[in-house]
C-alpha cells in the first residue's frame, strides 16, 4: 500500500536549469507534505514543507506546489546547482507522529 | 545545538540474534520516531516515543521494540534478526507544539544480519 508514490527514480538536469521533482499521494487525510534531500552516508535533511490548506510554499530557491485535487506535489529548484545532486524524498503527514515517505528521486545536475 | 546523534554507525550481526541501537535526539526535543530504510526504498516509520511512552507504531511485528529515557534518548532494539532486517535505521527527533512538522534526523546505524 504505497501511499506516496515518486514515480520518476532519477533526474538529470543541467546546471542553472530548473529541476522538478514530483510525487503523488493518494490519503486525502494527509495534513502535512515535505520534502527531504539525502547525501550519501547522512541522514536525510529538511527541505522545505507545505500545509494541506496552502498550494505553495517559496524559500529562497525552492518551492513546493501542491495541487489537492490532483493529490499531487512538486518540488521546483531554481537554479540548480550541482551541490543540489542527492536523493529528494517526499513525505506526508496524518496527524502528529506518522510520516509516510516516497521512495526517493536521485537528482543529478550536471555542470 | 547537538543535532541528533546515532550509534554505532555500522554494524553486522547474524540471523536470530539481537540489536540495540542508540539515538540521542536534539537539545529541546522531546519527541522521537525510528524510522527503517531498506536499500532502494524510502524511510518506513517503525514507532514514536513522547515522554517515555510509545505514541504510535507502524506496521512492524512486536520483536522491534523501543525505549525513551528521561533525558529523551532513545533505544531501538530488534529481536530474532532476520535477513530482511538488514537496512539503514534513522533516528528523528522533534519538539511539541505548533511547527513546520519538521523532522531532524540522525546519521543512521547501517545493519547488515547475515
Known amino acids: 500500500d504505497q501511499q506516496v508514490k515518486q514515480n520518476s527514480p532519477s533526474l538529470s538536469v543541467q546546471e542553472g536549469r530548473i529541476s522538478i521533482l514530483n510525487c503523488d499521494y493518494t490519503?486525502?487525510?494527509?495534513?502535512?507534505f515535505l520534502w527531504y534531500k539525502k547525501y550519501p552516508a547522512e541522514g536525510p535533511t529538511f527541505l522545505i514543507s507545505?500545509?494541506?490548506?496552502?498550494d505553495k510554499n517559496e524559500d529562497g530557491r525552492f518551492t513546493v506546489f501542491l495541487n489537492k485535487s490532483a493529490k499531487h506535489l512538486s518540488l521546483h529548484i531554481v537554479p540548480s546547482q550541482p551541490g543540489d545532486s542527492a536523493v529528494y524524498f517526499c513525505?506526508?503527514?496524518?496527524?502528529?507522529?506518522?510520516?509516510?515517505f516516497g521512495t526517493g528521486t536521485r537528482l543529478k545536475v550536471l555542470a | 545545538e547537538t543535532g541528533v546523534t546515532q550509534s554505532p554507525t555500522h554494524l553486522i550481526k547474524t540471523r536470530g540474534q539481537q540489536v540495540t541501537l542508540r539515538c540521542s535526539s536534539q537539545?529541546?526535543?522531546?519527541?522521537v520516531s525510528w524510522y527503517q530504510q531498506a536499500l532502494g526504498q524510502g524511510p518506513q516509520f517503525i514507532f514514536q516515543?513522547?515522554?517515555?511512552?510509545?505514541?504510535g507504531r507502524g506496521n512492524f511485528p512486536p520483536r522491534f521494540s523501543g525505549l525513551q529515557f528521561p533525558n529523551y534518548s532513545s533505544e531501538l532494539n530488534v529481536n530474532a534478526l532476520e535477513l530482511d532486517d538488514s537496512a539503514l535505521y534513522l533516528c528523528?527527533?522533534?519538539?511539541?507544539?505548533?511547527?513546520?512538522?519538521?523532522?531532524?534526523f540522525g546519521e543512521g546505524s547501517r545493519l547488515t544480519v547475515l
Open positions: 528523528a527527533s522533534s519538539g511539541q507544539g505548533p511547527n513546520t512538522g519538521e523532522l531532524f
Open positions: 490519503n486525502s487525510m494527509f495534513d502535512y
Open positions: 507545505i500545509s494541506s490548506i496552502k
Open positions: 513525505a506526508a503527514r496524518r496527524g502528529t507522529y506518522k510520516y509516510i
Open positions: 537539545s529541546g526535543h522531546n519527541t
Open positions: 516515543y513522547y515522554r517515555e511512552e510509545e505514541n
